[in-house]
């Protein structure tokens, strides 16, 4: 087959012998975390926005188990069948491998797919990976008559991206694509996985949200990320011995575990780097708690002034942000309209967001670019920004 021919299926519903075929379309938003950054790798609290743009799969089963998936804008087509070994190709064709080798571990899987996949802007920092991962688990488990549960889809999701694609991410990019909803907030407890969806509250002004791509592309696969998540588990094992606690396998040790009493008394005896990742984790726990007090109450200002904290905990304590990302930053904190904005994501490249009043969009359009290009002038090729709404989770 061709991309054409792929194409022209799922537009008639047809296959070449005539006969009537089922497409079907999923959609799976990506997201922005106003706050809780760099915690869930800890079993902190987050919290996060799924976004009216995302990925979107048009495709259909295959009973013989080809697999042929065409990438609007992903780099590499897909070909193969599902009892292939699937090598890494360091393509987003990988993550459609790793959904059939982690769907396997546990299922089993006959039939194949054939389709085109899209995606809104790339970048980085919208968790697009998590994204595509979950439209193809929930693409794979369909049409293999296999029903999983939001929890089960996450933890599916969460295995792939840590043990085929190599990342030590925690849960925050597959809850909020899950169990987001349109004009909610999710709060999530990445420990007891206790989730809530607060609603825009009545009195609360409009707002929207930005997203402004750096222009510089990212990836966490090679990134210092895994090191921040080892500095954090680290600091956690220190405090616990400091401190006489039980502290059980490295793999196993959360910062979330050592309460912050412990933390405050035995601060100083770190080392002067894992000191300041624990002391981003615990604030960044309190600015959730007091943030989604200020969301509750309707208080925007209050909620983006807490945002803009959050980032620049993330810059001087946890030391992420490209220089890009750190002069979108500031630029954003001087911008009217803004409540608050902060790099959406780990900070490694890729985009910032911004909760902004929708009656500056055109200024904050306008001084946002040429501000920033005025630093960066060869990424205006590249540098974009977008509007956006809250949306639902993915669905098929
Ligand atoms: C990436 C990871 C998430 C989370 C954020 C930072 O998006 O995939 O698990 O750690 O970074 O908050």
Redesign the pocket.
């Known amino acids: 087959m061709s991309k054409e021919f792929v194409e022209s299926i799922i537009e008639n519903k047809k296959n070449s012998l005539n006969e009537s075929i089922e497409i079907l379309h999923s959609f799976c938003p990506y997201r922005v975390?106003p706050l809780?950054?760099?915690?869930?790798?800890q079993l902190g609290l987050?919290t996060g926005f799924a976004l009216d743009i995302g990925t979107t799969f048009d495709f259909f089963s295959t009973d013989d188990g080809e697999i042929e998936v065409y990438s609007e804008n992903f780099d590499g087509d897909a070909f193969g069948n599902i009892n292939d070994e699937f090598e890494r190709q360091y393509t987003w064709v990988d993550y459609l491998f790793g959904a059939i080798k982690t769907l396997k571990k546990t299922y089993s899987i006959t039939k194949g797919i054939k389709g085109i996949l899209k995606g809104d802007i790339l970048g980085g920092?919208l968790?697009s990976?998590?994204s595509v991962i979950l439209t193809y688990l929930k693409a794979f488990a369909n049409v293999n008559g296999i029903k999983l549960t939001s929890p089960e889809l996450i933890n599916l999701a969460i295995d792939e991206?840590r043990n085929y694609i190599g990342?030590n991410?925690?849960?925050?990019?597959q809850s909020c694509e899950v169990y987001c909803k349109k004009n909610h907030l999710l709060y999530l407890d990445t420990k007891t996985d206790s989730t809530k969806l607060i609603p825009i509250p009545e009195n609360m002004p409009d707002f929207e949200i930005a997203v402004i791509f750096s222009g510089v592309e990212r990836k966490?696969a090679g990134s210092a990320?895994n090191t921040r998540v080892d500095e954090c588990k680290a600091a956690s094992y220190a405090l616990k011995d400091f401190a006489h606690l039980e502290y059980g396998k490295f793999a196993d040790s959360y910062l979330r575990d050592v309460p912050l009493g412990i933390y405050q008394q035995y601060k100083k005896q770190l080392p002067h780097t894992w000191a300041k990742r624990a002391e981003h984790f615990y604030g960044e726990n309190e600015r959730v708690k007091k943030g989604i007090r200020a969301f509750q109450n309707g208080n925007l200002t209050e909620f983006g002034k807490i945002i803009f904290e959050s980032g620049r905990s993330s810059i001087e304590k946890y030391e992420t942000g490209s220089n890009e990302l750190k002069a979108l930053h500031e630029i954003l904190e001087k911008t009217e309209g803004v409540y608050g904005g902060r790099f959406s994501?780990?900070?490694f490249n890729g985009c910032a967001m911004a909760i902004i009043n929708p009656e500056f969009r055109d200024s904050i359009k306008e001084t946002v670019r040429s501000e920033y290009l005025s630093k960066f002038p060869d990424l205006s090729n590249k540098f974009s920004i977008v509007f956006c709404k809250t949306a639902d989770g993915v669905g098929l």
């Open positions: 975390c809780g950054a760099h915690v869930d790798h987050v920092g968790s990976s998590a991206e990342v991410v925690g849960k925050l990019d966490l990320y994501g780990a900070g």
